[in-house]
């Protein structure tokens, strides 16, 4: 007998993941996903934008998807979430379905985005004003269908809300682009104006992979790994593709009140089930070259406005901060023992409990420090003297 937790990990999940999650055959990877929730009956219930996808049963779809050995395309069975529950649990499937829809409305951007806008935006009693920087990771609101952000205000979309509360910014796209999604970044116009950019309370924009405007610059980090391809590596150093690779980006914020500039620099780092023993030989390989070149990204403009005196490195990499090689770039092959060292800015050297990142350019270097570390004090801890990265402190990862 499997308690619901682990007929979830061992059951649903691994449907979920393998067909609804991040399909591209699919004819839309946002469409497939939401397909996973519906109950479906006929052809009619499948969305026009699936159009790789057919209906085969109820609750029952079929697609080509790639299959890596061969290079080619199977024709392959998706199950939708009522479908699984029909399978495995018959007696029970319709109102167990019923209340998972019910429970899944508390997920829903209409419901979570008017709190999330809230807490970003609200006055904090301890820091006396409303943050002054917001950076948003798995940012994929910005062309969201319009909903209302605040009680009794219109519908408005999130960038058109953020001006509003007295906002500019907006997404740095990922490489994919057709995904409509990346990184959100603003700032409160009255505290910070986009450097060398005329239009300083311009509200709203965005910026593919590759642009470049003043004060702002969006790159694609370009991923490389030692893939592995049924627990074999080929020895190659391969870029990932488009759909898996990460984006990082950074803005010169002039501080209105002094006129002194500061660089934000942000990112949202590979996650773990793409950079481990499963996928690749030296694992945190790609972690660390995105950190590599994000370290190049900085020093070049270190190296173009040698002026810069402060600088902030922010966003969700993915990495528990006990993962001191890794974060180093000091790397080991899980096959062959083999040593790879890639350069990552941090150093432990000069504190081994709280190591800095170093940034270098031809007349400049900045040392950046962990903003939060007397926060990571929480409860029990678990990581080196106790740290975390939540209130709970069972999170390790930055």
């Given at each position: 007998?499997?308690t619901?937790n682990?007929?979830?990990?061992?059951?649903l999940s691994?449907?979920?993941?393998?067909?609804?999650?991040?399909?591209?055959?699919?004819?839309s990877?946002?469409?497939?996903?939401?397909?996973?929730?519906?109950?479906?009956?006929?052809?009619?219930?499948?969305?026009?934008?699936?159009?790789?996808?057919?209906?085969?049963?109820?609750?029952?779809?079929e697609?080509?998807?790639?299959?890596?050995?061969t290079?080619?395309?199977?024709?392959?069975?998706?199950?939708?979430?009522?479908?699984?529950?029909?399978?495995?649990?018959?007696?029970?499937s319709?109102?167990?379905?019923?209340?998972?829809?019910?429970?899944?409305?508390?997920?829903?951007?209409?419901?979570?985005?008017?709190?999330?806008?809230?807490?970003v935006t609200?006055?904090?009693?301890?820091?006396?004003?409303?943050?002054?920087?917001?950076?948003?990771?798995e940012?994929?609101?910005?062309?969201?269908p319009?909903?209302?952000?605040?009680p009794?205000?219109?519908?408005?979309?999130?960038?058109e809300?953020?001006?509003?509360?007295?906002?500019?910014?907006?997404?740095?796209?990922?490489?994919?682009?057709?995904?409509?999604n990346g990184?959100?970044?603003?700032?409160?116009?009255?505290?910070?104006?986009?450097?060398?950019?005329?239009?300083?309370?311009?509200?709203?924009?965005?910026?593919?992979p590759?642009?470049?405007?003043?004060?702002?610059?969006?790159?694609?980090?370009?991923?490389?790994?030692?893939?592995?391809?049924?627990?074999?590596?080929?020895?190659?150093l391969?870029?990932m593709?488009?759909?898996?690779?990460?984006?990082?980006?950074?803005?010169?914020?002039?501080?209105n009140?002094?006129?002194?500039?500061v660089?934000?620099?942000f990112?949202h780092?590979?996650?773990?089930?793409?950079?481990?023993?499963?996928?690749?030989e030296?694992?945190?390989?790609v972690?660390?070259?995105e950190?590599?070149n994000?370290s190049?990204?900085?020093?070049?403009?270190?190296?173009?406005?040698?002026?810069?005196r402060?600088?902030l490195?922010?966003?969700?990499?993915?990495?528990?901060?006990?993962?001191?090689?890794?974060?180093?770039?000091?790397?080991?092959s899980?096959?062959?023992?083999k040593?790879?060292?890639?350069?990552?800015?941090?150093?432990?050297?000069?504190?081994?409990?709280?190591?800095?990142?170093?940034?270098?350019?031809k007349?400049?270097?900045?040392?950046?420090?962990?903003?939060?570390?007397s926060?990571?004090?929480?409860?029990?801890?678990?990581?080196?003297?106790?740290?975390?990265?939540?209130?709970?402190?069972?999170r390790?990862?930055?």
């Amino acid at each position: 007998m499997q308690t619901w937790n682990d007929w979830v990990k061992t059951t649903l999940s691994p449907e979920y993941k393998a067909h609804f999650h991040k399909n591209y055959c699919s004819g839309s990877k946002d469409a497939m996903r939401l397909l996973w929730s519906k109950s479906i009956t006929s052809p009619d219930d499948i969305p026009h934008q699936l159009t790789g996808v057919s209906f085969v049963a109820p609750n029952s779809v079929e697609y080509k998807k790639l299959n890596k050995s061969t290079g080619g395309y199977d024709n392959v069975i998706a199950t939708t979430l009522h479908g699984m529950l029909t399978k495995h649990i018959p007696d029970i499937s319709n109102d167990l379905y019923q209340h998972i829809i019910d429970k899944d409305q508390y997920f829903q951007w209409e419901t979570r985005g008017p709190k999330i806008f809230s807490v970003v935006t609200s006055y904090d009693e301890d820091m006396n004003c409303a943050p002054d920087i917001v950076a948003l990771s798995e940012y994929d609101v910005h062309d969201a269908p319009a909903t209302v952000y605040t009680p009794g205000h219109r519908e408005e979309r999130f960038p058109e809300a953020m001006a509003r509360a007295g906002y500019a910014g907006g997404l740095f796209s990922a490489p994919k682009i057709s995904d409509c999604n990346g990184i959100g970044v603003f700032w409160r116009r009255d505290v910070f104006s986009l450097a060398g950019d005329c239009s300083r309370n311009e509200e709203s924009i965005v910026l593919l992979p590759g642009d470049r405007r003043a004060g702002a610059i969006n790159v694609d980090l370009h991923e490389h790994w030692h893939r592995l391809y049924a627990g074999q590596c080929s020895g190659k150093l391969e870029e990932m593709p488009e759909q898996d690779r990460r984006n990082a980006g950074a803005v010169r914020l002039v501080h209105n009140p002094s006129g002194r500039e500061v660089l934000v620099v942000f990112a949202h780092l590979m996650t773990e089930s793409r950079d481990c023993a499963a996928t690749n030989e030296y694992v945190g390989e790609v972690r660390a070259g995105e950190l590599h070149n994000i370290s190049k990204l900085v020093a070049e403009h270190l190296t173009e406005y040698p002026h810069t005196r402060a600088a902030l490195l922010v966003g969700d990499f993915n990495i528990d901060v006990r993962e001191r090689e890794m974060l180093c770039g000091r790397l080991r092959s899980h096959l062959t023992q083999k040593s790879m060292t890639v350069s990552t800015g941090f150093d432990d050297s000069y504190d081994p409990l709280n190591p800095s990142i170093v940034y270098a350019g031809k007349e400049r270097v900045l040392r950046l420090q962990e903003a939060f570390t007397s926060l990571h004090q929480w409860g029990a801890g678990i990581g080196y003297d106790k740290y975390c990265t939540s209130f709970t402190s069972n999170r390790c990862k930055w």
